[in-house]
């Protein structure tokens, strides 16, 4: 559940960029406060800026202007190196098209963050397991993506965003790839894990209907603006 | 990340593109078979010649000469005539050379001109007495038959071109005799008539009288030891030194050392050969001698151009085998930004997962560091087979010639290492490009990347 600590802070955030003659602002001057432990859809129409603020967030861009304060830290003034530091230890990703590496199984996929973070081999085995179990997936340890459906590659790039015990989840269109049942259950694992795990969790989507059903609150974006953040109200309904 | 996580994943990733990666592998290894071949033929030339100049005794052997000695009809002398008379090379002289540092041994140069006799056939050629401690220089190595018997044996070696004009098969002329026809030489005693000891004891002047000395053949050698050195062309018949000595033949130095009024009562020699105990200390030795006013000769600075010659030589060798590992380190810069181009996503949910660029950066370096090591063994192992085959073809036609065989290419531990070391380096440097533009993508671009 929600507490009042914000998890991430945005401060009158922008990010401008040149495209041949065109000046692009995708996120401009944008503040939002997400606490600690809510689940947060992103909603938008296409270019509305909902993934690059999602990047900024996940440290893998740096605003042009403001401050991503995410516990405490200001993002935006990191080197390179703690930026890495700060992607490996405190976010996990995931995304729309899975991002597994398609060469190696689902353990070692799940196994990749843990690598980076330079976890003691005999650490490793157990953690995998652990963060497989959670999306009911150790069964197919030895098998390599493209011999899973969509639904389990994601719940395998959910387990991957796991593995590292991040405290903020980064989810791009975790469903944009999967029939509205496989979407539905992934949203629901997401949910579970929100629960269980107190971890805060900002998603970007199309599907409002889904976001009402699972979030806590709405962002809406409109050229690269924070239009609204409301609590979703469907959900407070059901 | 960890080196192991490192290496294990650069591997991982060779694998998935085997066979470009194997191909560029095998580019690699061709470079280093080139190099060490080449370099191979160097070193196994440079082991050769100085594996022969050690065996012929050039190296640690001082030839010592009295300071005017007569260079040659007509020739200038070496260095301007001093008005002080000459040190005589005499046996005082011998013994003071013996108790300089490092001397093994000192003997005397004899060196004659004459006549050898077989199955009644005359044959010209020059005799030279060889002291006992060159059974051990290795110049003896390999040859047919034995060396001398005793120090004062009637025995002879045959030098294999003289064997040859005495016999077709010069192996066969083991065991028999040959008759030496020399000059002796004879001092008058005071009252005139002929002395029959020593010449220390002559008043000015002796006879030559042609003596006979029957020589039981015990050998053929390749070549004489340290030929041509003492300055009278390779002697032709070697035979114990001490024998030599008591034939009291007649030689180039007694016309002169008769005309000479300082030499009447001392035994003279043309030249004495000083063996120093290592050639590190003939340079040293060299100079105490010519401070003690004699000429000394030595093959040092030969042998210092000699390996200089070699090491251009291995330059060139080094750099024209080179060319190919260049030519093999363009297909690891292909490779690799073939591979960043395929693995360009991948490189995106890394750094998503939160790698470093240093971890990319490192990535492709070991992947390019695995594909140098391992083209570097197989191409350690090529220009090994390479060099064997070249010395396996050149030994087929020197046996065609009738020729011995030699070992043509070498590959010592140092070489297989430096070439292991040189192809990882050289292949780290091809990977340098590589591992910094996979390191400097764009996350969010990379991830953008179908």
Known sequence: MPTADPAIH??????????GATHVRAVDDLSLSVPSGEFLALLGSSGSGKSTLLNLIAGLDRPTFGAIVAYGQNIASLSSVDLARYRRNTIGMIFQSFNL????????????PLRLAEVDRSDRGPRVREALERVRLTHRLGHRPTELSGGEQQRVAIARALVNRPKILLADEPTGNLDSNTGEAILSLLRDLQNNLG???????????????????????????????TAAVKRIAQ | MKSRDLTDLAIRNLREALLRNALTTLG???????????????????????????????????????????????????????????????????????????????????????????????????????????????????????????????????????????????????????????????????????????????????????????????GVVETEPAAGYAGMGNARLLMPLQTASALRAAQVNDLRDIVRDNT?????????????????????????????????????????????????????????????????TLGIVNTLVM??????????????????????????????????????????LFGWLLGRAITFGTNVYLHRQNLNSIELSSVPWWLVLSALAFAVLVSLVAGLYPASRAAKLNPVDALRYE
């Open chain 1, 101 to 112: 590496l398609v060469r190696m199984t689902l353990e070692e996929n799940v196994e990749l």
């Open chain 2, 28 to 218: 690699v290894a061709v470079g280093v078979a080139s190099l060490v071949a080449m370099l191979s033929l160097g070193v196994g030339l440079q082991q050769l010649a100085a594996k022969r100049l050690s065996q012929s005794g050039l190296f640690d052997t001082i030839l010592v000469t009295p300071k005017n000695n007569f260079r040659g009809m007509g020739r200038p002398p070496r260095e301007a005539v001093s008005e002080k008379l000459p040190r005589v090379l005499d046996e005082d002289a011998r013994k003071q050379i013996e108790k300089l540092p490092n001397v093994i041994e000192v003997y005397p140069q004899v060196r004659f001109f004459t006549e050898v006799r077989f199955n009644n056939k005359p044959f010209a050629t020059v005799v030279a007495g060889m002291p006992d401690s060159s059974r051990n220089s290795g110049s003896f190595d390999g040859m047919t038959g034995n060396f001398f018997s005793s120090p004062n044996a009637n025995e002879a070696i045959l030098q294999i071109e003289f064997a040859k004009d005495l016999s077709a098969q010069p192996a066969s002329l083991v065991g028999q005799e040959l008759v030496l026809r020399y000059a002796e030489r004879q001092s008058f005693a005071p009252n005139g008539a002929d002395a029959s000891a020593s010449s220390s004891k002559s008043t000015g002047g002796f006879s030559v009288v042609p003596k006979e000395l029957h020589l039981k053949i015990v």
């Open chain 1, 10 to 19: 945005l401060d009158h955030v922008s990010r401008h960029y040149t495209m």
């Open chain 2, 339 to 380: 591979a960043i181009l395929e693995r360009r996503r991948e490189i995106g949910v890394l750094k998503a997962l939160g790698a470093a660029d240093s971890d990319v950066q490192q990535l492709f370096f070991v992947e390019a560091g695995v594909m140098g090591l391992f083209g570097g063994i197989f191409g350690v």
């Open chain 1, 199 to 229: 971890m805060t969790i900002i998603m970007v989507t199309h599907e409002r209907p889904l976001a009402e059903r699972f979030a806590d609150r709405l962002a809406i974006m409109g050229d690269g603006k924070l239009l609204s953040a």
């Open chain 2, 264 to 328: 009447v009562n001392k035994t003279t020699y043309p030249s004495l050969s000083v063996r120093a105990k290592s050639p590190a200390q003939v340079d040293a030795l060299e100079t105490a001698i010519k401070n003690m006013g004699f000429g000394a000769f030595s093959l040092l600075d030969a042998s210092k151009s000699l390996r200089t010659f070699f090491s251009v030589f291995d330059l060139l060798l080094g750099i024209f085998g080179s060319l190919a590992l260049a030519v093999a």
